[in-house]
């Protein structure tokens, strides 16, 4: 197991004429919500430092002094990754790298490679790997000299071709091909909807941050089975079932990825098929861990997640989720909100109700 420091740099000037918006997470949050996702990844945090800083340093983001301090911390814990809780950008990344003699990654990168790991599926193995590419063709570094001399036999005349300019090729040619593949499993999963929508039911996605627990609600709702973990994005690929309502009705339940603060748009782009079926449900179940510190603003990032997706209008259930977690008596609930344990199964009757009431008699085909 690799042993990771964690960075984390808060930008005055951002806010230095505004106040605060009340979704944007403190940065000791965010750092703590960065030892989350590195223990997903299967790494040992060793340590972590905060900086305040107005503005972010060209060359290395928190500057000359801070590297040094940064690199005695990682000679006394021993440390061999370094990860920085937000983007670098490429020169950046090098110089930390060779300044630090340790390997480093910015968030985006942590992110995809948890994705990496839990891909189960041919389809979230293609969308994980186009993702990676998508972000690291931006940051191939090279001497650009390898092969670019002038020849001196047939063949070898002129300037030849770079070894970067070869492994951009490559990219480019690989991420062609892994687009022509998630192109027929979308084509795919048409023909598997158009199978399912000859007979329409209506369908309910389930959505919420990463680690809200979505995942054991939807197995709880359905018996699915599916793997329920309090690692971040142990889910990621969609599990689609159906449930039985009190009025005897049949509806379709599907299970996405969670989301996250600042999910890498390639991931977002490269997960549109998985998300599909968010776009095509009639009724979303927004579900929250009710005991975070933090659920507005989570609550916030899943809504413009939604938005982004052109789906922001579709009718929403709020559902509240690990009750079993509260003080009695519980908090006072909003309107409309639907206050769940799916450990325990505490509220799902209620849940089951709500849902039979607000599904159409005849779900819109789209």
């Given at each position: 197991m690799e042993r990771a420091f964690l960075v984390g740099v808060a930008l005055t000037d951002r806010t230095r004429h505004e106040s605060r918006p009340?979704?944007?997470i403190n940065p000791e949050d965010s750092l703590a919500e960065l030892r989350e996702l590195a223990q997903s990844a299967g790494a040992v945090v060793v340590g972590a430092m905060l900086q305040h800083r107005p503005r972010a340093d060209a060359a290395s983001l928190i500057g000359r002094g801070k590297v040094e301090e940064l690199?005695?911390?990682?000679a006394?814990?021993?440390?061999?990754?370094?990860?920085?809780?937000?983007?670098?950008?490429?020169?950046?990344?090098?110089?930390?790298e060779r300044e630090l003699d340790a390997r480093v990654?910015?968030?985006?990168?942590?992110?995809?490679?948890i994705f990496a790991r839990h891909a189960r599926t041919r389809e979230g193995q293609l969308q994980v790997e186009l993702a990676q590419l998508d972000y690291l063709l931006p940051r191939l570094t090279g001497k650009g000299i390898a092969m670019s001399r002038l020849g001196g036999g047939i063949g070898t005349r002129g300037p030849g071709e770079t070894k970067l300019e070869t492994d951009r090729r490559r990219i480019h040619q690989r991420m062609k091909r892994l687009r022509g593949s998630l192109e027929r499993v979308r084509a795919q999963r048409a023909q598997q909807r158009a199978q399912r929508e000859?007979?329409?039911?209506?369908?309910?996605?389930?959505?919420?941050?990463?680690?809200?627990?979505?995942s054991t609600l939807f197995n709880r709702l359905t018996g699915a089975g599916v793997l329920a973990s309090a690692r971040m994005f142990a889910t990621l690929d969609p599990t689609i079932r159906s449930l039985s309502l009190p009025s005897r009705r049949k509806l379709l339940v599907s299970d996405t990825v969670g989301f996250l603060r600042q999910l890498p748009h390639g991931l977002i782009s490269a997960f549109r098929a998985t998300l599909e079926e968010v776009t095509r449900a009639s009724l979303i179940?927004?579900?929250?861990?009710?005991?975070?510190p933090h659920r507005e603003?989570?609550?916030?990032?899943?809504?413009?997640?939604?938005?982004?997706?052109?789906v922001g209008a579709t009718p929403q259930i709020q559902v509240w989720n690990k009750s079993d977690l509260l003080p009695n008596p519980p908090p006072s609930l909003p309107a409309d909100t639907v206050l769940v344990s799916a450990h325990t199964g505490a509220g799902i009757d209620v849940l089951v109700t709500r849902l039979d009431r607000e599904i159409p008699l005849r779900p819109e085909v789209h």
């Open positions: 009340s979704n944007r690199r005695r911390a990682l006394d814990s021993h440390a061999d990754l370094v990860v920085f809780d937000g983007e670098l950008a490429p020169t950046q990344q090098r110089n930390l990654l910015p968030r985006t990168q942590l992110i995809l490679d000859s007979v329409p039911l209506a369908t309910v996605a389930l959505v919420g941050y990463t680690n809200a627990g979505k179940l927004v579900v929250s861990d009710v005991t975070a603003s989570h609550l916030h990032e899943v809504q413009q997640v939604l938005h982004d997706l052109g």
